[in-house]
């Protein structure tokens, strides 16, 4: 059965039979149809196929139903407060009567067919409402769709036990990269992604666009990492295109907080988290797109484009969240500055030294990079009034890239000190509270 989209036609249509609609259903359409007879007194008999299926279009009988004794105007009063799941509800019945055809529509249908339509007409209606719910969805930028649909298709497959994998794909750093080249730029990365998505998609694969920077693919266990593989590729080899000449010499995207304040950020890249049935048993979409969630937040630990999948967890049980407390070197030759920056920062949790001079900030470095213990490193551009610390900011960037690097500094020329591999130029005088919201931020990114 295609999961696309699915038809539900409930009770019969009389002296023709849809089952010849059905037959242009094809696999190219991406819909299917399914039939009940009844409604039931209370709707139960069609419960147990909406809780599996969630279809996407309800078609009603309404002569052959209400003949039955089924309640066919409450079952649509009663469907509308489900309006997020099926949507939309039409209604096929011979009544004559203006006022009994209002009233279905105030109490919950979508439209008013006619028992008399031809069998062309009456298919190219379904489409045409179809296509509306589909749009009504879709991404305005890529159309591709979005969270709802998305929520509707994995269900499904959950529903029936069919093996699946959901890849959470991130476009990091696309904020900056909006915020430097603009809102028509951004759109053109977000339509050349789609288009990369859309050639890796064999049926039957599903791609969706669920928030700005957001994508979701759905597909089976054994080609989930391929796929994730492949789209780094294809992504690396497009990228250098999305930027100016400067920007692509240099490797990395200047984003201007203030007049003051200027931060370093890498150039777009992919996280992308990956989350199977093969793993463990999920019974909702929103499980199993957490697991995926979890996932890419471990692919963005990497540098540059990276997947993370949960099939490569060890069996001893669930990830442990390292406890370790971050490591934070400062280099400040002001010995009043220093002790203070050092208690806050322990204050806060994390694991501050402080030094004073060059050579011990090298030493510093040398020890805690060995153990994995230092994540940001806090440094004046001018260490006694030479430029030394921009020469040792060059020097953590080339050799620990993992690290990050606030710069703080009289030296006032922005360029030279996110040159020199500072990940944020903080211009001094700063307010230690703007310093130690980017320490938070820097090291929330990395944990």
Known sequence: MSDFQVILFVGSPGEESLKTLTEDFSPETMLTALFSERLGT??????????????????????????????????????????????????????SEEEKRIQYMVQGADDILGPNLSMDEFKVRLLVHMRRNLDFSANEITRLPGLQFTNKVVQRRLNQHKPLALLSIELDHFEVYSEVYGELASYQVLKTFAALLLQLMIMPDFISHTDENHFVVVTTPDKAEKISAMLCRQFENASPNFYSEKDRKQGYMVSVISDNISRRVSLLSLSIGIASTETQPFD????????????????????????QSDRLRLAGGPLQKNRQKPGILVLETDAALAYLLKTTLEMEGYEAEVVSSIEDARVALDEKSGRQSLNLVILDALVNEQESGLMLAGEIHQQYPDIRIICTSSLHNRQRVLQSGADLYLPKPFELSSLFSWVHRFLREEI
């Not at 069609?46 to 004794?69: H, N, R, T, Y």
């Not at 199993?288 to 997947?307: D, E, I, V």
């Open 284 to 307: 909702s979409f929103m499980a199993l797109f957490t697991a995926a969630q979890q996932m890419k937040s471990l692919a963005r630990m990497k540098p540059g484009c990276s997947w």
């Open 42 to 95: 209370e709707g139960e008999s069609l419960q147990p196929i909406l809780d599996s299926v969630w279809p996407d279009l309800i078609c009603l009988f309404a002569d052959d139903l209400e003949a039955k004794g089924d309640d066919v105007l409450g079952y649509c009063a009663r469907l509308r407060e489900l309006v997020v799941k099926y949507r939309p509800v039409l209604v096929v019945q011979s009544s």
